[in-house]
């Protein structure tokens, strides 16, 4: 059950009509019912002054300044948003709605059963704080809900600092069949903190039936049981996404018990051209049939389906010897697939179920790649086509003639001494140069601007001429190089970028 707010209850015990299927009523719904004229009201049912402008429809969505309206925004959680402009902490009513402060020190208050859409239009809301474990609440983030039909699209959470207990992600706790989430990113921690009963937290879903395409988290989920980095659990689709760790040794995922992976904990649904990169670590575990895995901890379901994605870092889950641990996925159970898709990196286990492809593999396994030392499969009962590869094998031009079953004319592009990439993952050239831009160092910093194959000072200059590019001002995460504000690339970058390639380092 959804809690409900004392506004909710006090409108649901009004006798006008205007009622939702939930139970609550709509002010324009009110509106309609009393003919749609009131004093400090307009025509279509706005309270004057409870948004910067806009009617809620469709047309015309209601636009947001202020951290005030968008916590108003549960009070019309059917119709439609936009931000007008960044929030963050020096926006008029952070420490009310959104600090460590606000709500007795809960931090946000999380928006129930939204059915509208929200569209950022690329602005970022900067600095939001939840932390709900002591009051039981589930589904936590943003918004506790999206129900059927409702849509996120254009959305940066930047600094985002989420705990909860069940169901937590920096966008939602609880994604429904039939929501969606496009072009959104999340920069930040997100935890499910509660240790018996702490399950499904992912970067940018708890639990997800939701599609999410074209959107990213770039940081470190913790937890227990269902860890991912986009989602805890998946039984919708994630698209054209990705997944990347932050800091010390880069780590993604630091989780305590089952069903790990650098997208997906668990995944009963479609993955479909993502990658991971960090470090998905399972190793505080102490349980038995522990899963942990690059992209999905648990690959299950005839509906489960990895496909032209991969993952890069290290998987550990070095305190279960009984675990399964795989590159890609640590279970790859009857009638789930995994098809063209390559992992390379390290795996650490202490058990005999570990493989750089899967720890169990009861399913299909067909077109994958892997980098040698370790064993494709801690043990195969199912169907499997996979190569073992040498590094330098699936490096720039030699993946073409080496990792032949990957389509690079439509999906897969290679990079200058490194693995190849989704061609969906890069970004267009900038200004007049022909090539995109490429990270050589695979830090998540795209360091070679002008796409030549070299990260040079000539790279520094590309940066600092165009940097009101449309492609960099449209993805300022690529080229945050100074580490401090992911929405806007700035001569501090530029100079870190400087000293960067003087240095020859990757940092």
């Keep these: 059950m959804t809690r409900q707010t004392d506004a909710e209850t006090n409108q649901n015990s009004n006798p006008v009509g205007g ?42 969505p209601y636009q947001i300044e202020t951290w005030e309206q968008l916590d108003t925004v549960r009070d019309y959680r059917d119709d439609h948003f936009e931000l ?147 989602a805890g659990n998946n039984e919708g689709k994630i ?70 994605s991969y993952a890069r870092g290290f998987v550990n889950n070095a305190s279960d010897p009984d675990g399964y641990l795989g590159g890609l996925v640590g279970e790859n159970l009857e009638d789930a697939t995994v098809e063209r898709s390559y992992f390379e990196g390290d795996i650490g286990g202490s058990g005999d179920m570990e493989g750089k492809v899967a720890g169990l593999n009861e399913g299909d396994v067909e077109d994958v790649y892997y980098v040698s030392d370790n064993g494709a499969f801690g043990e195969d009962d199912g169907t499997a086509d996979v190569t073992d590869l040498h590094p330098d094998e699936i490096e720039g031009d030699a993946a073409t003639d080496n990792m032949t079953t990957l389509d690079f004319a439509e999906t897969w592009a290679t990079v200058t001494a490194n693995p190849p990439t989704l061609q969906v993952h890069q970004l267009d050239p900038i200004g007049p140069f022909d090539s995109p831009p490429q990270d050589l160092t695979n830090n998540g910093y795209l360091n070679d601007v002008n796409g030549d194959g070299e990260a ?16 960099v001002t449209d993805n300022p995460e690529w080229f945050a190089f100074a580490r401090e504000d992911p929405t806007e690339v700035s001569q501090d970058d530029v100079e870190a970028l400087f000293e960067q390639v003087s240095a020859g380092g990757d940092n």
């Excluded at 000539?458 to 009101?468: E, G, K």
Aim: with cysteine.
């Design 239 to 308: 698209v054209r996404s990705y997944a990347r760790g932050t800091g010390v040794e880069d780590m993604l995922i630091a989780a305590d018990r089952s069903e790990i992976g650098g997208i997906a904990g668990e995944n009963e649904g479609t993955i479909e051209e993502c990658y991971a990169v960090g470090r998905v670590d399972g190793s505080e575990s102490g349980i038995t049939n522990n899963a942990v895995g690059g992209i999905a901890g648990k690959n299950s379901g005839e509906e489960a389906i990895v496909t032209n």
């Design 456 to 471: 040079t000072v000539v790279d520094v200059q590309a940066l600092d001429q165009h940097r009101d590019d449309e492609v």
């Design 84 to 230: 007008a402009a960044d929030l963050n902490e020096g926006t008029a009513g952070y420490d009310t709605h959104a600090s460590e402060n606000a709500n007795d020190d809960e931090g946000w208050n999380p928006i129930p059963n939204f059915e509208g859409s929200l569209d950022g239009q690329g602005y970022a809301i900067s600095g939001l704080y939840i932390e709900r474990t002591g009051t039981g609440d589930d589904n936590i983030g943003l918004f506790e809900e999206l129900e059927p039909g409702a849509e996120v699209r254009n959305l940066r959470l930047v600094d985002a600092d989420v705990t909860g207990n069940t169901r937590v992600g920096a966008l939602v706790g609880d994604a429904s069949t039939g929501s969606e989430i496009t072009n959104c990113g999340v920069h930040g921690e997100v935890e499910a903190a509660d240790d018996d009963n702490a399950v499904y937290s992912g970067g940018l879903v708890g639990d997800n039936s939701a599609s999410i395409t074209d959107s990213y988290f770039r940081g470190i989920v913790r937890g227990w049981f269902w860890v991912g980095g986009l």
């Design 19 to 60: 009622a939702t299927d939930r139970g609550h009523l709509s002010r324009r719904g009110t509106l309609a019912a009393i003919g749609g004229v009131a004093v400090g009201l307009t025509a279509v049912g706005v309270v004057s002054g409870d948004f910067a402008d806009g009617d809620g429809s469709e047309g015309s």
